[in-house]
């Protein structure tokens, strides 16, 4: 039978059948798509009839947020419980209450550990508020862990072992991993300062061949018309709307539905040349490290990535839409 809440216990899910814990069985590949897969360890019954065991599973929540979207998943003793996609979080740009409420669209009920990994949060007040909110919305977790997106890149991309992880979705960052910590780090600056490779720099280069008149007449009538794009509306979106970010990076779907044109290819060469350009500054003594990437960005534009990683001495690891699957991987194994 299914007990629930218990003072003395991180539970959850109580299966009683027996005197003694009953350990799980080997672990069981769960396929998530086509190309991603993950392990967790299944709870099997005992064979013998007569004995009770019982087994407390502790529900986990894992978190991966970015600056336009987050993922949230949570496991139970079978696998994925439940998988939502909501809104990005940053505690740049929204308060205490406005995170917790952003929290509270998943159900609370059973969940002991979290771990959140997130844009914004390599610093520590940036931490603490974002603690702060999660145990307001979750006041029954023991345990709550939160750290940097780039983290969760490099534990979800890397596992245990040494690497080079990268996020390139609607802003970019990268750092050098030991398979335990991160040794060193790399951009994470915003797209005004740095955020090479990002979405948001790739819309903001062809924001500003549009204004200056340098795109080819068949894409300016493009964007005028999907977006009703003119330099009126793209100054204020920039300058006097928020999150100018999301709104450049906005832009990279049409790149994307484009890039069989000349003037496309020739941008994003340059834009992902920029990127191994400054990664290679920042990690010259690395380059024996396997590269992976995560995000949007690294997963619409791989081919791209990889043609300009030609020129460069990096050799391309794994490339993942998200570093969720990875990120269950490694929060359920010793």
């Known amino acids: 039978m299914f007990g629930g809440d218990n003072s003395n216990h991180p539970a959850v899910i109580l299966l009683v059948i027996g005197r003694q814990a009953y350990k799980p069985r080997k672990k069981r590949t769960f396929h998530l798509t086509g190309e991603e897969k993950f392990s967790y360890p299944p709870f099997a019954l005992p064979q013998q009839p007569g004995q009770f065991h019982f087994q407390y599973i502790t529900m986990i929540l894992i978190v991966d947020s970015g600056s336009t979207k987050s993922e949230w998943t949570i496991l139970d003793g079978a696998g994925i419980a439940l998988q939502q996609i ?5 505690p740049f740009f929204h308060d205490d209450e406005e995170m917790a409420q952003a929290f509270r669209q998943i159900p609370p009920k059973g969940i002991r550990h979290i771990h959140y990994y997130g844009t914004g949060c390599s610093s520590g007040p940036n931490r603490a ?17 939160v750290d940097s997106d780039i983290m969760g890149a490099a534990r979800g991309l890397c596992q245990h072992e040494p690497g080079i992880a990268g996020i390139l979705g609607t802003g970019s960052n990268s750092c050098v991993f030991d398979g335990e910590s991160i040794v060193k780090q790399h951009g994470g600056l915003g797209y005004i300062l740095g955020d090479e490779g990002s979405g948001a720099v790739l819309g903001k280069m062809m924001m500003q061949d549009f204004l200056n008149h340098k795109l080819p007449a068949h894409l300016e009538k493009e964007l005028e018309e999907q977006f009703s794009l003119n330099r009126e509306l793209l100054l204020h979106k920039v300058y006097r709307q928020p999150l100018p970010n999301r709104y450049l990076a906005s832009f990279a779907p ?31 003594s690395y380059t024996d490290l396997p590269l992976h990437l995560t995000g949007s960005v690294s997963w619409y534009f791989k081919e791209e990535i990889l043609q300009a990683s030609k020129q460069f001495p990096f050799e391309i690891g794994t490339i993942l839409k998200g570093p969720i699957p990875g990120l269950i991987q490694f929060h359920s194994t010793p």
């Open 86 to 90: 909501l809104e990005g979080i940053s």
């Open 254 to 284: 049409f790149v994307h539905h484009y890039r069989e044109d000349d003037y496309i290819q020739g941008l994003l060469a340059r834009h992902f040349s920029g990127f191994f350009e400054s990664l290679l500054w920042a990690f010259s």
């Open 129 to 145: 508020k974002v603690h702060l909110a999660l145990k307001k919305a979750f006041p029954e977790a023991q345990l709550v862990e």
